[in-house]
């Protein structure tokens, strides 16, 4: 199984395929950043991330996807700039067939470090460990994005067992 994490934003999303067979551990396959200058319009700025996005999925062919949730700041324009990249990765993976799920942050650092509140460095550390990578996975929007594929990776199995129960008790 290959999966796709995905850390949005519109000045730098990172990303990053996992591969898990079986029993055997996850393994990172590839990972990088997406970058659009600041100096761009934002409809070109959208449009790099969607083709980008668009041509790995094509490149990759990952079987699921995991994005990281928009986080809240104080910063609108931010915020306003993140959930239209958050869109267009949306769209990318819609258009190129892989169902996507969205986690919290604090989900996804409880998940991989047992801390909603764990700090950067710390994450970066715990996915260097899991990955079994021989270095801390940098710059961050990268670190973010195979965190929230581990994450997957860990609740996405809980989450298929409770929908197909559901399902088997006529519960919606």
């Known amino acids: 199984m290959k999966i796709l994490g995905i850390d949005p934003g519109l000045d730098r999303t990172g990303w990053a395929v996992l591969e898990k067979d079986g029993a055997a551990p996850p ?10 200058p600041k100096n761009t319009p934002l409809e070109k700025r ?9 041509d790995l999925i094509r490149t990759n062919s990952p079987d699921e996807a995991a ?18 990249a958050r869109g267009v990765i949306l769209l990318a993976c819609e258009k190129g067939g ?11 650092k409880k998940t991989i ?14 996915v260097q ?5 021989v270095s801390v996975p940098e710059p961050d929007d990268v670190a973010d994005a195979m965190a929230a594929a581990l994450c ?21």
């Open 27 to 36: 393994r990172l396959a590839v990972s990088g950043l997406i970058h659009t």
């Open 46 to 54: 959208l449009a790099t991330i969607f083709d980008e996005l668009s």
């Open 67 to 84: 994005i990281e949730e928009v986080f809240f700041s104080k910063r609108a324009d931010t915020q306003a700039n993140t959930t239209h």
């Open 98 to 108: 892989v169902p996507i799920s969205s986690y919290n942050p604090k989900v996804i």
């Open 113 to 126: 470090s047992g801390s909603g509140s764990a700090e950067k460095k710390q994450m970066q550390r715990m």
């Open 129 to 133: 460990l899991t990955l079994n990578l």
């Open 152 to 172: 997957h990776l860990r609740l996405a199995p809980l989450a298929r067992a409770v929908a197909k129960a559901k399902a088997k008790m006529g519960i919606a």
